[in-house]
């Protein structure tokens, strides 16, 4: 079986970094690796070379977008015509980039090419309902779509009782993370009331009321890592100025993955306080550190800590410092907890998260349309 992989996967330096290119990475690396003699892969890299940034106009974007997918999308067409795959696999975050899939979507049926889509984003329950051009254009991509992948339980649902083909599929951690994890882990001792932030450092991340509730807390320390605009990082500083000063605050700035998990692994909390989210990988790599962790119940993540069952840290609402601030002391005073989170959390991610049985269930999905 041939499949046509329209993903982000390439791991070069000049390519913007995100959730699904991370995905798109581990499953591009498990088929080169481990191989497959059911599947031929056929990748397509859709990787972003111009950063977006918050406050880039609707015809900035457009411009981008065009520039960065013209070749892909050539690429792509070539494939299907000189290999004839039999599944077309294509990734999207919806946006602009909707009118690309739903291009690729029609070239593909009329060369009878099976078609999956693969939604990596959290939103969708409420995206489907909008009656703007998002939301109709996303529910005529899903019309013609053979199979429907998406990363919450809450999206399944919302898709099943329209009759879409619609199947859930957690994202994996990948194996080149467990390795560094079983080297090092060991060897890294965590450091007490010091508190982790990984990720863009943009206002939806929630960094402003984490900022805000770390700023109330006298003994803690915070270390935010990722990509951070100045103007931001000046609010932020001034923010953390309340606490006398502002020296427990560390900005880190981009590191690369190595050193994002030797961060995780010394750090006595992880925290992700964002307003929206899909299946944020950086929750599975802190899950694999043993991190205890605070994030907002957004997205897959009460799924992915499971809030119901065992736990593997504490869930919040989005926009709330005091909920932040109230789960940091609850985590900071209690070592049974953070221990308690720390085994859930390794166990839960080799029971549901390891690559080989994410890759097991994507091929069974293949050979279902």
């Given at each position: 079986?041939?499949?046509?992989?329209?993903?982000p996967?390439?791991?070069?330096?000049?390519?913007?970094?995100?959730?699904?290119?991370?995905?798109?990475g581990?499953?591009?690396?498990y088929?080169?690796?481990q191989?497959?003699n059911?599947?031929?892969?056929?990748?397509?890299s859709?990787?972003?070379?111009?950063?977006?940034?918050?406050?880039?106009c609707?015809?900035?974007?457009?411009?981008?977008?065009?520039?960065d997918?013209?070749?892909?999308?050539k690429?792509?067409?070539e494939?299907?015509?000189?290999?004839k795959?039999?599944?077309?696999h294509?990734c999207?975050s919806?946006?602009?980039?909707?009118?690309?899939?739903?291009?690729l979507?029609?070239?593909a049926?009329?060369?009878d090419?099976?078609?999956?889509?693969?939604l990596?984003?959290?939103?969708?329950?409420e995206?489907?309902?909008?009656?703007?051009?998002?939301?109709?254009?996303?529910?005529?991509?899903?019309?013609?779509?053979?199979?429907?992948?998406?990363?919450?339980?809450?999206?399944?649902?919302?898709?099943?009782?329209?009759?879409?083909?619609?199947?859930?599929?957690?994202?994996?951690?990948?194996?080149?993370i467990?390795?560094?994890?079983?080297?090092?882990?060991?060897?890294?001792?965590?450091?007490?009331?010091?508190?982790?932030?990984?990720?863009?450092?943009v206002?939806n991340?929630?960094?402003y009321?984490?900022?805000?509730?770390?700023?109330?807390?006298?003994?803690?320390?915070?270390?935010?890592v990722?990509?951070?605009?100045?103007?931001?990082?000046?609010?932020?500083?001034?923010?953390?100025?309340?606490?006398?000063?502002s020296?427990?605050?560390e900005?880190?700035?981009e590191?690369s993955?190595y050193?994002?998990?030797?961060e995780?692994?010394?750090?006595?909390?992880?925290?992700?306080p964002?307003?929206?989210e899909?299946?944020p990988?950086?929750?599975?790599?802190?899950?694999?550190c043993?991190c205890?962790?605070?994030?907002?119940?957004?997205?897959?993540?009460?799924?992915m800590?499971?809030?119901?069952?065992?736990?593997?840290?504490?869930?919040?609402?989005?926009?709330?410092v005091?909920?932040?601030?109230?789960?940091?002391?609850?985590?900071?005073?209690?070592?049974?907890?953070?221990?308690?989170?720390?085994?859930?959390?390794?166990?839960?991610?080799?029971?549901?998260?390891?690559?080989?049985?994410?890759w097991?269930?994507?091929?069974?999905?293949?050979?279902?349309?």
């Open positions: 079986m041939k499949v046509l992989f329209c993903s996967y390439l791991r070069s330096e000049s390519i913007v970094k995100g959730g699904i290119n991370t995905w798109g581990y499953i591009v690396s088929y080169e690796n191989g497959d059911d599947v031929k892969l056929l990748p397509i859709f990787d972003r070379s111009i950063y977006q940034s918050a406050d880039r609707f015809l900035g974007r457009i411009i981008d977008g065009l520039k997918y013209r070749i892909p999308v690429s792509a067409i494939t299907m015509k000189t290999e795959p039999d599944v077309m294509l999207s919806a946006g602009y980039g909707l009118f690309r899939d739903i291009y979507l029609k070239l049926k009329r060369r090419i099976k078609t999956v889509i693969h990596h984003f959290g939103k969708l329950p995206l489907i309902k909008k009656k703007n051009w998002e939301g109709k254009l996303l529910r005529k991509i899903l019309s013609y779509c053979d199979a429907v992948i998406v990363m919450t339980r809450a999206s399944q649902q919302s898709l099943a009782k329209d009759n879409y083909n619609v199947v859930y599929l957690p994202n994996p951690i990948g194996d080149d467990l390795r560094i994890v079983s080297n090092v882990g060991e060897t890294k001792q965590r450091k007490l009331n010091h508190l982790l932030y990984i990720g863009h450092v206002p991340k929630g960094v009321e984490l900022v805000k509730a770390c700023s109330q807390l006298p003994d803690v320390n915070m270390k935010i990722g990509r951070c605009h100045p103007h931001v990082k000046e609010e932020l500083i001034a923010i953390a100025k309340e606490r006398n000063s020296e427990w605050l900005f880190v700035g590191i993955h050193e994002v998990i030797l995780l692994l010394e750090t006595d909390v992880f925290i992700l964002s307003y929206s899909g299946f990988n950086v929750i599975l790599e802190a899950m694999a043993g205890p962790i605070i994030a907002t119940d957004v997205g897959a993540i009460p799924e800590l499971d809030i119901d069952g065992y736990p593997c840290g504490i869930c919040c609402k989005p926009y709330s005091d909920e932040i601030k109230e789960a940091i002391v609850t985590l900071l005073d209690n070592l049974e907890f953070k221990r308690e989170f720390s085994q859930n959390a390794k166990m839960r991610l080799h029971n549901h998260y390891t690559i080989s049985r994410i097991n269930q994507l091929v069974n999905i293949w050979k279902s349309v």
